[in-house]
């Protein structure tokens, strides 16, 4: 999963955004491939291409409840002058042992049952009296409730080519084919495709597992009461909701109280169903900031190579950050910033990459455009520091929402953007062009 362990600097050196995302994927690595039912592998990248092993359809069928006639007995039919066929019996869907068609003949055919020698074309039943010997029909009577309309006669009242509503063998892909890329993520119309044509596994890389923990003594769960001093912890909910929304296959812990031994327990009994680890909460210079407490000194000998480096980044919201490894698998751990703001941005510039590529999904990063920035005033940003603002983007230009402040989570739930604010810049005036990461 991975093989490096991150990279330490000076304490006091001020990362990049750009070096610190690049620090985390020089370590994470995509998970092996595995072999999985096709029902399983949703959301997986394939590892293989897919060839066709049998065409689809597999035969010519009708594409249309009908009659399956030749075209010679059905040439200048209309309304005043039909064509009358004896109709020889049913093709249905699945039927084994097909009728022949003869000249003067017609079978009567249901949607996806296989066209019948003899057969050169289909006329849907709306073109025909249905066998009642009136005007056209809009339906065939139900076998069960009209046993006769398999035979008797039939009066169709149009013509119809060679093959019409004919879906030919092999229409849709055929033997040999590929049907899906090394590489494609298999979503709902890809898994159809694979039952289509026969597959029951394949083989992919796994969703990656995400374990997600806040920590703070001062969280409580959503629907408990609130005691003076708390606040509920939405992070939790807010991150592993993200992780799904990557690809991942993401489980929440209970936030943790700030009791370092607790945390390092806890991450410990995580490990086992863990690719990734998130903390969020406790790695800034307070005196209680327990995450960096309890993972700054947790490599030892007998793990070489694992550790958690804490870090500032030339950022804002999101300054303080933590990634490094943990455990006897080098797991890796993205120790992200309490704020809930600051930790949903980290999340998308650091932890969506990183899920991604654990993964093995060819392009890890959302799309940006550039749009033309509308507002009353400037955007202002720390000097030397990247900026990323909430923001709404529709037509080519981009709203702040919420302001500049970092904290306001309600702002964050009406956001479909981010605007980047580039660390050369201490500010962006109103009508300037700036590029926007799109979140939808």
């Known amino acids: 999963m991975s093989s490096a362990a991150p990279r330490t600097a000076a ?43 049998v065409s689809l359809p597999p035969f010519d069928n009708s594409s249309m409840d009908g009659y399956a006639v030749r075209v010679a007995d059905v040439a200048g039919a209309s309304e005043e002058f039909p ?37 050169e074309t289909v006329v849907p039943v709306e073109w025909t009296d249905g066998g009642l010997g009136e005007g056209p029909v809009t339906g065939m009577r139900a076998r069960s409730t009209d046993p006769e309309g398999a035979h008797g006669q039939v009066r169709v009242h149009r013509p119809a080519p060679a093959r019409a509503h004919v879906r030919a063998q092999g229409s849709d892909v055929r033997a040999g084919d590929r049907a899906l890329a090394e590489g494609t993520v298999l979503g709902p119309p890809q898994i159809a495709l694979l039952a289509a044509i026969g597959r029951g596994t394949v083989r992919v890389r796994p969703r990656p597992r995400v374990v997600v923990m806040s920590t703070g003594s001062e969280l409580i769960q959503p629907g408990e009461k609130l005691a003076p001093g708390q606040i509920y912890d939405s992070n939790s909910f807010a991150l592993t909701a993200a992780a799904r929304d990557a690809g991942a296959i993401a489980y929440r812990v209970g936030a ?17 169903r863990a690719d990734l680890v998130v903390t969020t909460g406790g790695v800034s210079v307070g005196a209680y900031d327990v995450v960096k407490e309890a993972l700054s000194h947790v490599a030892d000998e007998d793990e070489p190579g694992a550790g958690v480096d804490f870090r500032k980044l030339a950022m804002q919201p999101g300054k303080p950050q933590g990634f490094g490894t943990v455990g006897p698998d080098h797991t890796p751990l993205l120790a992200l910033p309490g704020n809930p703001v600051s930790s949903y941005v980290s999340f998308e510039l650091f932890v969506r990459p990183a899920i991604r590529a654990l993964m093995g999904v060819p392009d890890i990063h959302r799309p940006t455009t550039r749009a033309v920035l509308e507002t009353d005033k400037a955007l202002t940003s720390p000097p030397g520091r990247r900026q990323f603002l909430r923001g709404t983007c529709a037509d080519g230009r981009v709203t702040p929402v919420g302001g500049a402040g970092s904290h306001l989570i309600a702002a964050l739930a009406h956001a479909d953007a981010l605007i980047v604010v580039p660390e050369d810049q201490e500010s962006v005036e109103p009508g300037a062009e700036v590029e926007v990461v799109l979140l939808g």
Request: proline share 6%; net charge negative.
């Open 256 to 272: 943790v109280a700030d009791d370092a031994e607790t945390l390092r327990s806890t991450i410990e009994d995580q490990l086992v």
């Open 11 to 53: 304490q006091d050196h001020l990362w990049s955004v750009d070096e610190h995302l690049e620090d985390i994927l020089a370590t994470v690595r995509p998970l092996e491939p595995i072999e999985l039912q096709i029902l399983d592998a949703q959301g997986c990248v394939l590892v293989e291409d897919v060839t066709v092993q």
């Open 83 to 119: 064509a009358a066929l004896t109709v020889i019996g049913d093709v249905a869907a699945g039927q084994d042992g097909l009728l022949h068609v003869g000249p003067g003949q017609a079978a009567r055919i249901m949607t996806g049952a296989p066209l019948p020698p003899g057969a």
